[in-house]
């Protein structure tokens, strides 16, 4: 269920979704549809989470204890967070969850979920059946339920029909006494089918500008380069509350001109990443989620005061979930559950993640600056000895690991017998995640013109390793900023361009004529006309990598076998 696999182009969303949750309404009956069963007063005057206990890198495999349950519960209700969401009717996660907030008597009250899974019907109807028990058997905890998440939506990656949602939705409706709703994106219900909105009680909407400023940039003005610097970052998170705003305002207006003006409306799910995972470089950091949530937390007391707005907002999420893999690092905890800076205000500084900040570490964007055209016959990344008329970067090039940090790093150690350059080498640690591993030599602010490089240059360097089989080198032109990051490598395999893996040095030279027909689209680009190869924007001009898929190895490899690299250099 990865954010980042969605493209949320405009309002429009022809597919619908169902959402079968309690929503308010004082009972009113719309111009069509059911009598809406009124959200408790609690939805209000509680502050709302979204709740997954998982903290593996694998939750098909993982063991969900009631102890691990009971902290987490209880580090949210000493935060003041005392409704949460579920997603699912689960007896692993949902009944488990439920029966630890009864058996230690915590004060939290809990939006149900009932997860619905196209082309499944076995599943479905057992899942219903559970929601349905577990919606009577703690109805005393359970205000509401959701039926179906992200379903509808014209970018789902797991599509239910309308009909057949509502089918489901109903089913829930007449066998219990709470609001039923279904959670999906803001788009499909700027449009949803009355098939969908005369079977609910209220609209769980969710909204993500951080995920759009992705996907779609045009949605919203995240970079806001018209901004002085210093104010920048202000500027951005007050466009990104604006937007969340827009998009509930757009569902206001259209269940409105259905006749659905007593519809309440939730915000089902929106967050803000602590930490980039999945391209959201100058906009990911605990200060800017600080800075989200503050203006969402403004936003629902305003609501509640005026009586204009959403019900309530449930934020995504309580914890972190490696399992997501790149939509991970929205929690206000992190997986270790120490509190991140968005709520360290609620908490003792014990249980704090480790980093001070203040709101000057704000992230912002910063425009790409070109370097001008490298004329040099040598263009220089890393040596210890100078080479005559050679060109270097502009500025200090930084190694970054693939996965956010993750996958390895590289530290600078003493060479010993380089015939290349006698002095220090990069020594590369791959720390491998399922697919592989990758690191790049990147330029932070900057791009380089290297096009004088495309036909007859080469990419050079030295490498001593004994690591098996096949590597990835290559480079990286464009931004994912701007969503014109574009992949440039190629699969070396040990006798090709100089490469051995005996535990030697030698030196590895690859024209760059052999490296760009294997040239891609990033992860996470989506537009060819953007995401293309430009090597007059070259912002990683080294990269060396091993992604299993790309080099014939097994998923979950493992290897962490240390490599060398030293004289990298680009040549013509």
């Not at 993982?62 to 005392?82: C, I, M, P, S, Y």
């Not at 800076?341 to 600056?369: K, R």
């Not at 990147?442 to 360097?461: C, H, I, R, V, Y």
């Amino acid at each position: 269920m990865l954010r980042f696999s969605r493209l949320i182009h405009t309002v429009m969303a022809l597919v619908t979704a169902l959402l079968v949750v309690a929503c308010g309404g004082g009972g009113e009956v719309p111009a069509t549809g059911v009598a809406l069963r009124p959200l408790s007063a609690e939805f209000s005057s509680r502050k709302a989470v979204s709740y997954s206990p998982f903290r593996s890198t694998n939750r098909d495999t993982e063991t969900v204890t009631a102890a691990n349950v009971k902290q987490d519960l209880q580090l949210l209700v000493a935060g003041g967070f005392r409704l949460i969401r579920l997603f699912d009717s689960s007896d692993a996660v949902a009944k488990l969850t439920l029966q630890v907030i009864k058996d230690n008597g915590l004060d939290l009250k809990v939006m149900l979920g009932i997860y619905i899974v196209n082309g499944n019907d076995a599943f479905n109807q057992a899942e219903v059946a559970r929601g349905i028990a577990l919606a009577k058997a703690y109805s005393d905890v359970v205000l509401a339920v959701s039926v179906g998440n992200e379903t509808m939506v014209n970018w789902s990656f797991n599509p239910v029909a309308p009909a057949t949602m509502a089918g489901f939705i109903t089913t829930v409706r007449n066998a219990i006494t709470q609001p039923v709703t279904t959670d999906d994106n803001w788009a499909f219900y700027a449009s949803a089918p009355r098939t969908i909105t005369d079977v609910i009680d209220f609209a769980a909407v969710h909204t993500y500008p951080l995920a759009d400023s992705v996907y779609n940039a045009a949605l919203w003005d995240w970079q806001q380069a018209s901004v002085p610097a210093a104010t920048r970052a202000t500027a951005m998170m007050d466009a990104a509350i604006a937007a969340a705003r827009k998009d509930y305002t757009a569902v206001r207006t259209y269940l409105d001109s259905i006749g659905q003006t007593a519809m309440p409306i939730v915000i089902g799910e929106t967050g803000w990443k602590a930490v980039a995972s999945g391209g959201e470089s100058f906009r990911a950091h605990p200060v800017n989620q600080k800075m989200y949530f503050d203006r969402l937390t403004a936003w629902s007391n305003t609501a509640h005061t005026s009586g204009a707005g959403p019900t309530t907002i449930f934020y995504f999420e309580a914890f972190d979930e490696p399992w997501k893999g790149a939509d991970d690092k929205w929690g206000l905890f992190n997986v270790s559950r120490q509190a991140r800076y968005v709520v360290q205000g609620l908490y003792p500084a014990t249980t704090w993640e480790s980093g001070t900040y203040t709101a000057a570490d704000a992230l912002y964007y910063i425009p790409l600056t070109g370097n001008g055209t490298v004329t040099a016959s040598r263009y220089t990344l890393y040596a210890n000895t100078a080479t005559f008329n050679e060109a270097k970067p502009a500025e200090a090039a930084v190694w970054n690991a693939w996965d956010n940090g993750t996958t390895g790093f590289a530290t600078e150690v003493a060479t010993t017998a380089d015939p290349a350059d006698l002095v220090n080498s990069i020594e590369v640690t791959p720390k491998p995640a399922s697919w592989g591993w990758g690191l790049a030599l990147s330029l932070p602010t900057t791009a380089e013109d290297l096009s004088q490089f495309g036909a007859t240059g080469k990419l050079n360097f030295s490498l001593k390793t004994t690591y098996p089989g096949a590597i990835e080198v290559g480079f990286l032109t464009g931004v994912a900023t701007t969503g014109s990051a574009y992949d440039v490598y190629l699969a070396i395999q040990p006798g090709e361009y100089g490469y051995l893996n005996d535990g030697n040095w030698h030196t590895v030279s690859i024209p760059i004529s052999a490296i760009t027909p294997r040239g891609a689209m990033a992860f996470g680009m989506t537009d060819t006309t953007k995401s293309r190869l430009d090597l007059t924007k070259v912002t990683n001009p080294f990269v060396i990598a091993d992604r299993y898929a790309n080099t014939g190895k097994a998923q979950n490899s493992g290897h962490t076998t240390k490599l060398y690299v030293d004289a990298i250099h680009w040549s013509r």
